[in-house]
């Protein structure tokens, strides 16, 4: 079966959805520019300072997971031949996601334990509210083939990429969870640049 033969573009979400994580990337793509504009060479000086952790996350969680979770939305259904169930909630995932984004910018520049805290739970609510669905949909895609089998490793990386996250801002608040900061740090980059965003756009590809 042809690429073509197995697309379904009757089954994708309302335009609507995709399209406000579209818009919401765009946003903070030119959040992330005025930051960098305001904190100068203070967003790039070194990774552990606040003005480098918001410009990084700026661009890495609000506008291209902005627009991995939109394209999500759409591709499944579309690619996979199976509708992700409940396609509004994501309406409600794309505002938790960016109210985390906020509370995570509040903490790292604030250093308040409450923020970070915030930050970790509003994210990790917004990912399971995303990969339950998305999850659920995959399991029952009728078609098979590289790029459906590619999906879930990707959303699956998604999913430990923000548990390390939210594990991370809990260390950062000074609260002890267990794991070393350093190595999870190493996992986390290295799961999100190599498994969530090369490993989405590598299924994709084919």
């Known amino acids: ?10 089954q994708g979400p309302p335009l609507t959805v995709p399209a406000s994580f579209f818009v919401a990337a765009a946003v903070a793509l030119a959040a992330a520019g005025g930051w960098l504009l305001y904190h100068g060479l203070g967003a790039v000086a070194d990774r552990y300072l606040p003005g480098v952790l ?37 309406y409600a995932v794309l505002a938790l ?5 906020l509370a995570l910018l509040v903490g790292f520049g604030t250093g308040l334990p409450a923020a970070l805290h915030a930050a970790a739970a509003l994210l990790s609510l917004a990912a399971a509210l995303f990969v339950a669905p998305v999850g659920w949909a ?10 459906v089998a590619g999906l879930p490793v990707a959303v699956r990386g998604f999913g430990a990429v923000v548990t390390l996250g939210a594990l991370m801002a809990f260390i950062r608040s000074g609260v002890s969870v267990g794991v070393p900061l350093l190595p999870a740090w ?4 290295g799961l999100g640049a190599l498994v969530w965003v090369a490993g989405l756009v590598a299924a994709v590809s084919w």
């Not at 579309?78 to 169930?85: E, M, R, T």
């Not at 996601?97 to 984004?101: H, M, N």
């Not at 190493?186 to 980059?189: F, N, P, Q, T």
Request: net charge positive; charged share 10%; proline share 9%.
């Open 1 to 10: 079966m042809s690429m073509m033969g197995g697309v379904r573009p009757e």
């Open 54 to 90: 918001g410009l990084t996350h700026l661009i890495t969680v609000g506008h291209l997971g902005a627009v991995m979770l939109g394209a999500l939305y759409q591709m499944v259904p579309v690619v996979a031949g199976a509708p992700v169930p409940a396609p509004r909630l994501a």
């Open 97 to 101: 996601w960016f109210a985390g984004l």
């Open 138 to 147: 995959l399991v029952r895609a009728p078609t098979r083939g590289v790029t």
């Open 186 to 189: 190493a996992a986390h980059v």
